[in-house]
């Protein structure tokens, strides 16, 4: 090759290390941009949830050293802790700037990128004792992602097995996926833990989850306004109390959806508890479904918060002061103001003998221009109405009653006395108004709207309802 040749070639090589180092300064410049608005918007969703905190948790970036293949980035979530101490939790961020991090490159990843993230807690503070029980030498878990140029995120969380002494924590470890789509505003989760126990030396419980999956995802609409669903399933739970018999939820799940708008949320749960077993016995599958609608999250959080601090007040045994009173109104005016609607959609606990279910609503209306100046007064001036309906199975509650009974005569006589006991007090119930009975069920329909009671059809005022309440409680 001649000299000119090399020359050029020299040349080309020269253009093409200061162009790559070019484009790996700009990755880097639109990496930081990215992180410190991603900060931002964390700050924005923790001062969401976390109103009525003071101070609010925070996450900052304490260091960010740019340089023009790589970044040093040095996270903290500063927090107050439930003993008032204040807590710093300190995150490292290795960041290799695109086109093509070296970082990535050297995992076998060729695709183009903005950066390559591997994030790792730093020792000390609340995470200590989370490394004291690792080896030497190993983080408990790394976050690593990869971030295009067009802000999408694909993100691997690696927990790291563990287990404590005296067996308080014994932990499989988990893979979690993140993967976030900028287009859709779409953030996606998902992945699964083997197993998962923890011992409470104090009390003696035990508590062993087995095979949990679980996936979600939330959408973003607005700055505020969000979509989100959560799922879990498990294969097993597992609970051990001392001189209690052992209980197991078999196959229980969990699913949660959401509707955030402003400050407002429509939530719904839905929890399975799957299959009760108690001491191997087969008690049926409870399931309990949860509403909420037109709930002013900042708002309600205030007046739980100022809930707390009465609770915690030494003087709250003597009640609570013409002043608390009118701060608390003060802070449920705004909670109404959106007309809140509470629902136990069911409860229902199911047998091969029968099914049991109880039903309740709660709906509110915004505080008027007259409503009364104390705090009860406006909470009942505020109800649009409250309802209850209930379905109680004999068979179902005899069959649980037996299955949790030793086997023998003592069994029999037992639930040959909780079946007298059930038919008295139903027959009472029955001449009170207050049940009907329909086969081998008892069931109950109860409303209070305007301040009338309607009781199994029956209208009657409050007073009325709450004296026959009582004689159902009486003794004679």
Known sequence: MSHRSLKTAAGLVA???????????YAG??????????????????AAQWTSSDPRPVLTVQDYRRGVFSSDVRYGFQFRDEEGKDQVLSLRDALSHGPWPWAALRQGEWRPAAAWSVIEPLPGGA???????????????????RVGFDGGVAARWHVEPVRLADDRLDFSGSLVRIDYDPDMRMTAVSGRIERLAAFDADSGVRVRLEGLDFD?????????????????????VGIDVPD????????????????????????????????????????????????????????????????????????ADEGLSTQEQQQLRALAVPVLAAGPRLALDGLRWET???????????????ASED?????G?????????????????????LQVVRQTQASGEGADMTVALVSMLFDQYVGRLERLGLAQRRDDAVTADYRYADGRVTSNGQDMSPADFAARLGGSMSLE
């Open 216 to 236: 979600g995802s939330t959408t973003r609409s607005g700055e505020s306004d969000l979509q989100s669903r959560q799922e879990a399933r498990f294969e097993r």
């Open 15 to 25: 253009a093409l290390a200061l162009a790559y180092g070019g484009g790996s300064w």
């Open 127 to 145: 995470w200590q004792p989370w490394f004291d029980a690792m080896p030497a030498g190993t983080a408990p878990w790394t976050l690593q992602s």
């Open 352 to 366: 091969p003998q029968g099914t049991s279910e109880l039903k309740a609503v709660a709906e509110f209306r915004p």
């Open 377 to 397: 007064g406006l909470i009942e001036n505020a109800i649009r109405q409250v309802t209850a309906q209930l379905s109680l199975s004999k068979p179902m509650l």
């Open 29 to 46: 410049r639109l990496a930081q941009d990215r992180i410190e608005a991603w900060v931002e918007q964390a700050n924005l969703e923790i």
């Open 371 to 375: 409503a009364p100046a104390d705090l």
């Open 244 to 315: 209690v018999p052992p209980v197991v939820f078999a196959g229980p799940s969990l699913r949660s959806d959401s509707a955030r708008t402003g400050s407002l949320l429509d939530s719904r749960l839905n929890y399975d508890l799957g299959q009760l077993q108690v001491d191997r016995r087969d008690l049926g599958r409870i399931t309990l479904a949860l509403s909420a609608e037109h709930l002013d999250m900042p708002a309600l959080q205030a007046l739980a918060g100022a809930l707390e601090e009465l609770g915690t007040d030494e003087d």
